[in-house]
């Protein structure tokens, strides 16, 4: 997630804490926002769910199903 937490983490937390995020958020913005509004940039591709499942618990497959070859390069994204 772009907050760094996961989803978990997100249910947990209390409208205080949300509040806290949010004027954070409005002070430093994150990077990928302020190159969305100021340069139009969007993604190029959408990013596939590697989301564990029932035969896959770890979620590996889906990883190495995306990078077959075992390396990333450094014109796509990880994630």
């Given at each position: 997630?772009?907050?760094?937490?996961?989803?978990?983490?997100?249910?947990?937390?209390?409208i205080?804490?949300?509040?806290l995020?949010?004027?954070?958020?409005?002070?430093?913005?994150?990077?990928?926002?302020?190159?969305?509004?100021?340069?139009?940039?969007?993604?190029k591709?959408?990013?596939?769910?590697?989301?564990?499942?029932?035969?896959?618990?770890?979620?590996?497959?889906?990883?190495?199903?995306?990078?077959?070859?075992?390396?990333?390069?450094a014109?796509?994204?990880?994630?």
């Amino acid at each position: 997630m772009a907050a760094g937490r996961s989803y978990d983490e997100v249910d947990d937390l209390t409208i205080f804490d949300l509040r806290l995020i949010f004027d954070y958020w409005a002070e430093y913005p994150a990077a990928d926002e302020v190159l969305r509004a100021v340069y139009q940039v969007t993604p190029k591709r959408k990013i596939q769910s590697r989301a564990a499942s029932k035969d896959d618990p770890s979620g590996i497959g889906g990883l190495i199903a995306a990078y077959p070859s075992g390396c990333v390069p450094a014109d796509r994204p990880f994630g």
